[in-house]
């Protein structure tokens, strides 16, 4: 594992280097995770052009040298603030070094420049972002795992699910399943939707019970213990509902299975968005669909590709997306269906495969 | 609890007019639900000296309506950005327009700056924070409820505990007991640590079994529903131990309830600090206490005061702090305990109540 983060050090220097800045300063602790492979936070990475400084406290020095061994560990003295250890690594001297604008905050950055009055603090926009977006085969893994977790999970949540059964209490038990088969827990609060509570896209679970309604929404997705996430969207037929429901239901399975056929690299996110918008839009529910058709995801659940109307760029081999078109119709019922898919040289590779034919989502109760 | 809302947006007028500013963008979702009562997230306030303007999009309407009616609401259609609504409601005019340097990145800072060319953005630092440090009567009952759904879940785990559970399982039956009592979850994942890991401030569970130790670390914490945070350490004994143990037990025990008894109005924080810290100084172990003893908790669960030897601020009626007193002995172990205190006019209010006392802390497995 210690080449792979090298391999990711490597890849970033370039970029510093590209963006006009001769060092980075990453304070955002998930790009430091990613970036080295140390699981704890409160501690911020200078990448140099000739290596690396990892600044943390001692609550902390242990556990990097466990996780991190081929980084340079500069750790303060209690009391010491983390400024001083900057001082010390960056020096004295006149640099331009980056910074994370996406996510230092204004008066972390008025610090910074004020500790280090000769340097030129310069707004880098999304560096490891970019590199995050192309999943390397430890992340693959990963992914792989925090797949098969949430669909171990729901599988028992589907198979033991009973009318009584609250919003709330199916929420718990899918953190509790996923827990019990040795991940994490959730890679966000589980949204169980019945009826029409699922014609809100971020409905939160509530204490109404699931049987009421005919049909639920659920949306969950599992943290393996390195931090990547899965993130998954069935709807399960759990009595007596409208015709109007299984007619959404079709719609959005067959955009959903066009969109996943359009996607192989080199194609624009906006396009395989696209094929999705055609498909329910000519079956008359185009204004129901009011989001994106999907994200990638990682360490993060919302990373980027963005996959959207307005999102040009191509997707690239090693991405991993989520696909999840809906149509939301107030007062009614909504439906989501939810697949998560790695980018492949020659195409893609859907990794999930709960079960989503219109059949195969009754589960009476 | 409209009206509650409406005093604290009040309040933070008179602030935003002091820091220079004329009127304040509210970009930090806890700040926005603190000053509102809306409980989604991905919207921002706006607070002007004649009123507010919630900024939102059409996912959170009918949630907004009902959570904060007297609102005054600006919802952008989908697919328009959050800056053109921003441009709507601060309009064209030259203004001083405070921002939230404290979390507002650099990128956002950025991309208002030139939605606003006639604006001059003020960092202002803490302001709704420094409203947070004092609760109301409401947040005041919602900590209760809090530190509630905490004890009632850890009667549960002590109760039922076994020497072949570990870490982990405890850990993940703790979230599970304050959901049961009607919480959302733990208000952070919790430490189990036994024997020697609980010499490390920050460890997190593992597969380890917790019998095997003699001892165990619990700090711990849940999350009721509005958000509110409580926040606890025990050290339960499991076993037979050292008695070097039951040394350092009692001397964080001692340095603990001085503290407490030291805390009242008007008193700076770092003196209550250093009464611990004397007490566990005197009888040795000075340097084995590397942390400051305390913090706010709120919808956060670190807030501001701050209890640390640096922070000579002084302690005021409707704070809620923890005061948490530790000694970690490398390789040997460690003990903390920690209780939530409300400080009062005349003095404080324990609001915690689960059993320290040495005796009480033998559960055997």
Partial sequence: ???????????????????????????????????????????????????????????????????????????????????????????????????????????????VASALPRAELVACHGLVEQLREIKD?????????????????FEVIRSSLRGEQTELTVAHEIENQIRSFGGSGVSFPPIV?????????HASATSETIGRAGFVLIDWGATEPGGYKSDLTRVLVTGKISP???RIYRVVLKAQQRAIAAIRPGV??????????????????????????????????????????????????????TVEPGIYLPGVGGVRIEDDVLLTRDGHEVLTSTAKEWDEAITLV
Same sequence: chains 1, 2.
Wanted: charged share 25%.
């Fill in 1 to 111: 594992m210690a080449d792979q983060y090298a391999a990711r050090r490597g890849r970033l220097r370039r970029l510093v280097k590209s963006a006009g800045a001769q060092s980075l300063l990453v304070t955002d602790f998930t790009n430091v995770s990613y970036l080295t492979g140390f699981s704890g936070d409160d501690s911020y990475l200078l990448v140099r052009p000739d290596g690396e400084w990892l600044l943390s406290d001692p609550r902390y020095t242990q556990q990097l040298r466990d996780e991190c061994p081929e980084v340079a560990l500069e750790i303060r003295d209690p009391g010491v603030s983390m400024m001083k250890s900057i001082e010390k690594v960056v020096g004295r001297r006149a640099i331009r070094l980056g910074i994370e604008a996406g996510s230092m905050s204004v008066a972390l950055h008025e610090t």
């Fill in 268 to 321: 624009p996110a906006s396009d395989v968005d696209a094929v999705a918008r055609t498909t329910i839009s000519k079956a008359g529910f185009g204004k129901y669909f009011g989001h994106g058709l999907g994200h990638g995801i990682g360490l993060d659940i919302h990373e980027g590709p963005r996959l959207g109307s307005s999102n040009k760029a191509v997707l690239r081999t090693g991405m991993v997306i």
């Fill in 193 to 201: 939707a019945a009826g029409a509570r699922a014609a809100l896209p």
């Fill in 244 to 246: 109007k429901i299984e």
């Fill in 137 to 153: 085969r430890h992340e693959i893994k990963a992914l792989r795992e925090a797949v098969r977790l949430a669909e171990r999970a």
